[in-house]
Nanobody, 124 residues
C-alpha cells in the first residue's frame, strides 16, 4: 500500500513562496513518476509539475513555468515543489501523486496513488 504524505502548505501574500514536500512509502513496485496537482473550488484538478524518478526529467504546466520547481531526494523518497512568485490564482488544494507506468505526466489518470492534499492560500 503506497502512502503519500504532503506537507508545507499555508497562507502567504502575493509574491511569496512556499515549499511543499511529499514523502512516499510502502510501494512494492518502482515508481516511475511523481507529480503535483491542484484543485481550486469549482475547478477541475489540474497537473502542475511532475518528475520522472529515474532521470529527473521534469514537466510543468504553462501557468507555473518559471515560478514553480519540482525536485526529488531519492534517498528520502521525497519530492518537493518550490512555489515562488505566488499569485492569488495559485490558491488551491495541492495533491501529490505517484505512479508506476506514467507516460503523460500531467494527466491525473496516469497516477495510481494520491496523497490527502495540502492547502495553499495566496491572499493579501
Amino acid at each position: 500500500q503506497v502512502h503519500l504524505m504532503e506537507s508545507g502548505g499555508g497562507s502567504v501574500q502575493p509574491g511569496g513562496s512556499l515549499r511543499l514536500s511529499c514523502a512516499a512509502s510502502g510501494y512494492t513496485r518502482p515508481i516511475n513518476a511523481m507529480g503535483w496537482f491542484r484543485q481550486a473550488p469549482g475547478n477541475q484538478r489540474e497537473g502542475v509539475a511532475a518528475i520522472y524518478t529515474s532521470d529527473g526529467r521534469t514537466h510543468y504546466a504553462d501557468s507555473v513555468k518559471g515560478r514553480f520547481t519540482i525536485s526529488q531526494d531519492n534517498a528520502k523518497n521525497t519530492v518537493y515543489l518550490q512555489l515562488n512568485s505566488l499569485r492569488p490564482e495559485d490558491t488551491a488544494m495541492y495533491y501529490c501523486a505517484a505512479g508506476s507506468y506514467v507516460a503523460d505526466t500531467l494527466q491525473q489518470l496516469e497516477y495510481s496513488y494520491w496523497g490527502q492534499g495540502t492547502q495553499v492560500t495566496v491572499s493579501s
